[in-house]
């Protein structure tokens, strides 16, 4: 098995974990990335599937790579990729590749077909209704607030909106202005909210619950606690700033991110909870959608949950890969070879596997791009809100080379740009940045080792979250 050659297909710090998983097997020789980033070529056995020197994109031209490379096995991260088909082109052309077909992708691509599903099911899911017309949604919005004044709704946008297309809504206004704004003007997400979900907002502690599936068995991974919003609870006065440049009426709604960081193993997620959520959800959902649509769910399927103080688990939205940032803190505690994992789910081979974890805490935090101003005479425009909002690129980074050996760092969008002649250096590209790992025995010493050294790391309109992994410990 020694000598094997992997593309994974990523941009971001998911695609650096998932190379460096794969990149820890023996049976593997060399990991290409695409279309990848600077992080990509960072790690050993690890460099950017590139031709005539340019990192390729498109489906097609990874076909012609993998063909050209004879590349043993893809691994497909992204949900875009995943909606658009390309396991389906690769199988097709008898490429081995993991990850949903398009037809399963849907379980992301649509939320509003997903809560069809789940409801049909009876898969628990919150209260919750599709629409296609903004006036009927926000008849329907004006309604139940006024129905249910102590309650919240959520509004999704039902296509793809790269982890931040919910709004928590906790009064009419906002309701009725989140609509607006993501159906009429300024249509915050695309096309993606052309029709939308609303669902009542239950309470509870929320829950990213990942698993493995191979079209038959479907076994779970370990977890982690991440943090999505924006901004940690004390931070009032940056939220209403944030909106304000936003140029959002809610002052205070507090922005939903693809993640700004977490950790693993998960504080509260028990064996008891986990097999609650195996019986209820995860099996019913891979085998319930095979009985409905005729198609195997093969891959990594991750449901986001709402866990009652009952303990009873619902499900907010489900995911057809692995998270970012959770692949971060989750993969490098695997010690099950991921090069077998994926060749076991590809061959129906998946229940014959037991995984294997290391018991140490690891814990990120994601460094984004931040409010700052760029003056006019560099060709910026002003002053900025940072991620998730409009942001600032190409700003030079500094301080990797402080960074301890031990602690790892993925690079969410960076890339290497010239500085004079002969010279290149590390500049930003997107609006999550790096992702910085520290590990140890306890939760409260990994904490210290990963903001230590975070410190260290500077960038224009560098900012991340303080309070990773603070009420833990």
């Known amino acids: 098995m ?14 650096n974990a998932i190379a460096h998983a794969f990149a820890r097997s023996e049976s593997v020789l060399s990991v290409f990335v695409a279309p990848g980033n600077a992080g990509s070529e960072m790690m050993d056995k690890c460099r950017i599937a590139a031709e005539n020197g340019k990192p390729l994109k498109s489906i ?3 076909l012609n790579f993998v063909k050209k490379e004879k590349i ?8 875009g990729y995943l909606s658009d088909g390309m396991v389906n082109v690769f199988l097709e052309e008898g490429q081995r590749i993991l990850g949903p077909k398009k037809e399963a992708a849907i379980l ?3 939320k509003c077909y997903t809560k069809d599903l789940l409801k049909s099911l009876k898969v628990p899911v919150p209260p919750c209704q599709n629409f296609e017309d903004a006036a009927e ?56 909210g052309k029709r939308i979900e609303i669902e009542e907002k239950l309470e509870g502690r929320e829950l990213m619950f990942f698993a493995l599936s191979d079209g038959e068995t479907v076994l779970p991974l370990q977890s982690a606690l991440d943090y999505k919003q924006a901004f940690a609870a004390d931070e009032g006065v940056a939220v209403r700033l944030f909106n304000k440049l936003s140029r959002n009426p809610c002052l205070d709604n507090n922005p939903n991110t693809g993640g700004m960081g ?33 198609h195997d769910y093969v891959g990594v399927i991750y449901f986001g949950l709402m866990i009652s103080d009952e303990k009873e688990p619902s499900v907010l939205e489900i995911n057809v890969r692995l998270g970012d940032p959770e692949a971060e803190v989750i993969l490098p505690r695997l010690k099950t070879d991921f090069y077998q994992i994926s060749e076991a789910m590809l061959d129906r081979k998946l229940g ?22 760029k003056p006019l005479a560099s060709g910026g425009g002003g002053e900025r809100p ?12 500094n301080g990797l080379d402080r960074v301890d050996p031990d602690t790892l760092v993925y690079h969410n969008g960076t890339a290497f740009g010239a500085e004079g002649a002969d010279k290149s250096r590390l500049f930003t590209t997107g609006g999550r940045v790096l992702t910085l790992v520290a590990h140890a025995a306890t939760l409260a010493e990994a904490r210290s080792r990963a903001y230590d050294n975070i410190k260290r790391i500077r960038f224009n309109g560098m900012r991340y979250r303080k309070d990773i992994g603070l009420g833990y410990v």
Request: charged content about 25%.
């Open 2 to 15: 020694s000598g094997k050659r992997v593309l994974v297909v990523d941009s971001g710090g998911r695609g």
């Open 60 to 62: 097609p031209e990874l």
């Open 72 to 79: 043993d096995l893809t691994f497909v991260g992204p949900e």
């Open 108 to 110: 992301e691509g649509s």
């Open 137 to 192: 949604a926000r008849e329907y919005a004006r309604q139940y607030c006024a129905e249910n004044p102590k309650k919240g709704l959520v509004i999704k946008a039902d296509g793809l909106a790269a982890g931040k297309g919910s709004v928590v809504c906790g009064s009419p206004e906002e309701a009725l202005s989140t609509v607006d704004r993501i159906m009429v003007e300024p249509r915050l997400f695309g096309a993606a």
């Open 262 to 294: 977490g950790f693993s193993p998960h504080p509260w997620l028990d064996e008891e909870l986990t097999e609650k959520i195996m019986k209820r959800i995860a099996v019913p959902t891979v085998r319930g959608f095979k009985e409905a649509t005729g």
């Open 352 to 373: 014959s596997l037991q995984l294997e974890w290391s018991p140490e805490y690891y814990l990120g935090i994601c460094a984004i791009s931040g409010r700052a101003i």
């Open 386 to 397: 940072g991620y998730p909002g409009e942001h600032y690129t190409n700003m030079p980074i």
